[in-house]
């Protein structure tokens, strides 16, 4: 199972590498990005990779004309897996120097499980002991490249953005990378299951605002998904030279971070709301087949009845389409937004989450217990209905 996961993303993975502008060049893969910078006294490299990864990135090192030995410093963004695993190994084949944000030296060096190596199937063994370790505002030179070190932590506490000049000989540009922008360690769930500070959410917007304090104009992804790094180098590839150059893509990128991190907060409060909700009320009424027209008048009447929690049932016979049941909960969540709480019963499959969650509803109720649906329920934040609450429901037909 271990080996499929990290082979579909090896196999489904290649990037052509390619140069980014001047002397940056991207030689990563789909997992985690990685980068070279061409220092003219040797490669600075930032974020090795994963172990199962590494053999691609030397290859595409070699691909771009530059050799693996040349590489002198690796700076590591943060001490997750995807991004650090590979150090111990790289640093033994190039002798280059390793530097990594303090704070995540306890993820690099075995102290703490938390590197989330799980996530990709596997171990994290490779511990190491970084050279230096990073803090606020160190400077790393070599060459004629010097990076500015900017502590930004909440992905973790090390996490370190990058920030540097690229000169072609002519003109300068400013080249930045957020070390770590991901939210999926910012979730309750998250902090909760790993025992982490909620101070973490504070944490990560102070230092997002910190980060887009630096112009930068040169924006370099630490995951592909950032800077659309893949349709950029194929751009550049087609003779298009200033393809990373976009001076506003930064800032715009850092405000939507805060703006997803907020909407995750506020989907997270709502769910709680649904959950008080059914502890408080203990009773859940059930609407099964009626038509829209009479929907209204008869859930105004349940609502003057002190009902505050209903659901709409999906047809599991098919022969009510779940669009049209989606309809209703859509017309029922709109009608009674604050007032009562909506939901969906007899769920059964993963669309019928997506359809109850685009309708407005904020509840779930299965009748059976399958993973996938509980899955998908829990990643888009709906309030679940576990039958341990044990409310009563009744049900009415029309
Ligand atoms: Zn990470």
């Given at each position: 199972m271990a080996t499929e996961i990290i082979n579909k993303q090896l196999y489904d993975g290649f990037i052509e590498p390619g140069r980014v502008f001047r002397n940056i060049y991207f030689v990563g893969t789909r997992p985690a990005s990685t980068h070279i910078i061409d220092t003219q006294n040797g490669l600075i490299l930032i974020d090795p990779g994963m172990p199962e990864t590494l053999g691609i990135v030397l290859d595409n090192i070699k691909e771009l004309g530059?050799?693996?030995?040349?590489?002198k410093i690796i700076l590591i963004s943060h001490g997750h897996y995807d991004h650090a695993g590979a150090t111990l190994k790289l640093s033994k084949l190039t002798g280059a120097k390793t530097y990594i944000g303090k704070a995540d030296l306890k993820m690099v060096n075995g102290e703490e499980n938390t590197s989330l190596a799980e996530l990709f199937g596997v171990q994290y063994t490779d511990f190491f002991t970084p050279d230096v370790l990073l803090e606020d505002g160190d400077k790393v030179t070599l060459g004629n490249t010097t990076v500015l070190c900017l502590s930004t932590p909440g992905h973790t506490d090390g996490t370190m953005s990058f920030f540097f000049s690229a000169t072609d000989g002519e003109n300068t540009y400013t080249a930045g990378m957020h070390g770590g922008v991901g939210t999926n360690t910012l979730t309750a769930d998250f902090l909760k299951k790993k025992g982490l500070s909620f101070s973490n959410r504070e944490k990560y917007v102070e230092g997002i605002n910190r980060a887009k304090k630096q112009k930068v104009e040169i924006f370099l992804g630490n995951h592909i998904g950032n800077n659309n790094t893949e349709e950029k180098l194929k751009r550049v590839a087609r003779g298009e030279k200033n393809a990373f150059y976009s001076p506003y893509e930064w800032q715009e990128f850092l405000d939507g971070r805060i703006k997803h991190l907020n909407l995750i907060i506020a989907e997270e409060n709502a769910m709680q709301t649904t959950i008080d909700t059914v502890i408080k009320e203990k009773i859940i009424v059930i609407v099964r087949g009626m038509s829209n027209n009479k929907i209204l008048p008869f859930a105004e009447a349940a609502y003057k009845g002190g009902i505050r929690l209903l659901e709409c049932t999906y047809d599991a016979t098919g022969n009510t389409p779940d669009e049209e049941i989606a309809s209703t909960i859509k017309i029922l969540a709109e009608h009674f937004e604050g007032r009562m709480v909506i939901g969906a019963g007899t769920v059964l499959t993963e669309k019928q989450v997506e359809l109850t969650k685009n309708a407005g509803g904020k509840f779930i109720i299965s009748p059976d217990t399958n993973p996938a649906v509980i899955a998908k329920t829990k990643k888009i934040r709906l309030g679940i209905h576990s039958r341990s609450l044990n409310p009563h429901r009744s049900s009415c037909r029309s």
């Open positions: 530059f050799s693996p030995k040349d590489i």
